[in-house]
């Protein structure tokens, strides 16, 4: 089922503390930015001198089922969470990724998607250097490692000032701990405080789970830098156009996180006012498409004044293993995750509010099912517009080929899924939702193509092309780039 939906590829998270268990709370950390990604974990610590580093497959429970990196002394350690799309499923491509060189040692996680990383890897292999993953990540420790810059800041920002694209990053020396944040601010980071320490997250609920208190987040163009003096700050590139992605607050990140600003569950709860006003829809009830489309019909039914139900049950203990690409198992999958609640629904009309239509095949074997168990009609409504375009800078969506509003009209779609009627939030609908960071400051070239940074040569042509190499994410770039 999860194919026929956006995903948000990675989770980061690093800590500096002599005075808690850093890997503990590091899977804490990752734990809770699990939602950000179900492919593989991993952990890295350092105690000053050396640096160890675990990391495997699988849910972050099952990679750290029998045990924790252990090192008595360590105060310094980073985390990771990926998402990556089917043939990129690796161990060598799990992260953290560590490396030794000349200038000691170095772990690194990344959120995002570089757009040039293509064109960077073929002129370091050129130079000699030799690469053991296919991510784009270790990209950036390359150009690292090879930096003839005296002190490891300057080798880090010259380093991402030759990459372009979406990154967060924390990267982890024997002792300081960076964090780091694109120009265009895509992807979210955020700094919290813990008994007077610091720590880095991918989103505010992981500061929640380890006790910490949110400070600020990270901006747009700055490093971080923590280490026994405490935090400094550095900014190393400025932008015209800041451009959060807008999928963070329409479904990527959990609805209890606050990203700049802007508490999550608060501009999803707008949505679906705002989608109760703009389609006038009436019905019995109003249900969602379990979890990311709750909050948005808790917000249509308190301004329809519809009454709210769970008409769809989600089993929450399925884990992974039915995230497949086979259009058999993904079939089955719908009816495995999800359940029509027979009693709820029968006889009743319905309208069904989600996040969002990828490809449109989940969405029509849920009203199927809906109509199976007795529903006279089913209404949908979404909390986003079409998504017709790809993204490049983090989220896995496919080429355009793929995605059904690149090709259908909304009737279509309509038809396509079978609902009785389907309604998209407008574009300014959304901007109204999003009030705390302002609609010119986040980026929606899904609905619209404006891309506001660059994409990578040859665009989606690569994406059918011969792979070469993949992005931290899993989107996967062709020889052409």
């Excluded at 109204?432 to 994409?455: K, L, Q, W």
Aim: proline share 3%; hydrophobic share 35%; charged share 20%.
């Amino acid at each position: 089922m999860d194919n026929d939906k956006l995903h948000e590829e990675c989770g980061i998270f690093g800590i500096y503390s002599r005075q808690v268990d850093v890997a503990l709370n590091t899977y804490w950390g990752i734990y809770a930015l699990q939602h950000r990604g179900q492919e593989s974990a991993g952990i890295a610590l350092t105690d000053g001198c050396s640096m160890d580093i675990q990391r495997g497959m699988g849910l972050v429970n099952e990679v750290f089922r029998k045990e924790l990196p252990v090192m008595p002394e360590a105060h310094i350690a980073i985390g990771h969470v990926r998402y990556s799309t089917t043939g990129s499923s690796l161990l060598v491509n799990t992260q953290p990724l560590m490396v030794s060189f000349s200038g000691g040692h170095i772990s690194l996680a990344h959120n995002g998607n570089l757009t040039n990383a293509g064109e960077i890897r073929a002129g370091l292999e050129k130079k000699g250097s030799v690469f053991q993953t296919s991510v784009d990540s270790e990209v950036i420790v390359n150009l690292i490692a090879r930096s003839t810059k005296k002190t490891i800041e300057e080798k880090i920002l010259e380093s991402v000032s030759r990459i372009q694209g979406a990154y967060c990053l924390v990267i982890m020396t024997e002792n300081k701990l960076f964090g780091i944040r694109d120009s265009y601010g895509f992807r979210p980071l955020c700094i919290g405080k813990l008994n007077g320490d610091y720590v880095i997250a991918s989103e505010s609920c992981a500061l929640d789970a380890v006790g910490a208190e949110l400070v600020r987040d990270v901006e747009p163009g700055e490093m971080v830098v923590i280490d026994d003096k405490g935090l400094k700050s550095q900014r190393f590139g400025q932008t015209e156009r800041r451009s959060m992605c807008i999928f963070e607050y329409i479904y990527f990140a959990r609805p209890d996180s606050v990203i700049d600003n802007q508490s999550v569950y608060l501009a999803r709860f707008a949505m679906g006012r705002q989608l109760a006003r703009e389609s006038g829809f009436r019905g019995d009830l109003v249900i969602s498409v379990p979890d990311s489309g709750t909050v948005a019909a808790l917000g249509f039914s308190y301004q329809s004044g519809i009454p709210f139900a769970e008409g769809l049950m989600k089993n929450r203990y399925i884990g992974r293993t039915f995230i497949q690409p086979e259009q058999k198992a993904r079939d089955s999958g719908v009816r495995i995750k999800l359940n029509a609640n027979k009693a709820v629904v029968e006889g009743k009309s319905v309208i069904m509010v989600d996040d969002s239509i990828v490809r449109g095949t989940t969405s029509g074997k849920i009203v199927r099912m809906l109509k199976d168990c007795g529903a006279t009609s089913v209404s949908m409504c979404v909390s986003s517009p079409p998504i017709s375009h790809p993204c490049y800078y983090g989220i896995d969506t496919s080429v355009r080929k793929d995605l059904i509003a690149s090709f259908k009209e909304v009737q279509e779609i309509r038809d396509f899924i079978g609902a009785d009627d389907l309604y998209y939030l407008s574009l300014e609908g959304l901007y109204s939702s999003v009030t705390n960071v302002g609609y010119d400051r986040m980026c929606y070239a899904c609905f619209n193509s404006n891309y506001p940074a660059e994409i990578p040569c040859g665009g989606e042509a690569a994406s059918d092309g011969k792979y070469v190499f993949e992005h931290s994410c899993g989107r996967k770039e062709g020889a052409a780039v």
